[in-house]
Nanobody, 124 residues
Framework: QLVESGEGVVQAGGSLRLSCAGF????????MGWFRQPPGKEREFVAS????????DYLDSVKGRFTISRDNSKNTWSLQMHSLKPEDTAVYYC???????????????????WGQGTQVTVPS
């Protein structure tokens, strides 16, 4: 069971940190990711981090503003968001996938486990 935290309403230009925890498996075997679903739109990839944290990948529109990280000693991972924009408003989901190597994935179908989602609102 994955559980997100960090829900909030943030003014444009502000920052927010989302975290995900509750992972019961061997954390270091999993590639982790964040996805989001804006109002009225389909869920989309936001960021992913490999098993060791060496490799990351981001949606183009969040590059330079969002940072994904993981703490393998605490079985948690986070998404630090800066310079938030109204178009970042969405329900954010954390996800995990079993990975045989130190790679990342951006396809939702590649992920095995999902959180329930947490709302991030950036008023226009």
């Amino acid at each position: 069971q994955l559980v997100e935290s960090g829900e909030g309403v943030v003014q444009a230009g502000g920052s927010l940190r989302l975290s995900c925890a509750g992972f019961g498996g061997t954390f270091t075997l999993y590639n982790m990711g964040w996805f989001r679903q804006p109002p009225g739109k389909e869920r989309e990839f936001v960021a992913s981090i490999s098993r060791t944290g060496v490799t990351t990948d981001y949606l183009d529109s969040v590059k330079g503003r969002f940072t994904i990280s993981r703490d393998n000693s605490k079985n948690t991972w986070s998404l630090q968001m800066h310079s938030l924009k109204p178009e970042d408003t969405a329900v954010y989901y954390c996800a995990a996938r079993v990975s045989r190597d130190d790679t990342v994935r951006s396809r939702q179908d590649d992920y095995d486990y999902w959180g329930q989602g947490t709302q991030v609102t950036v008023p226009s």
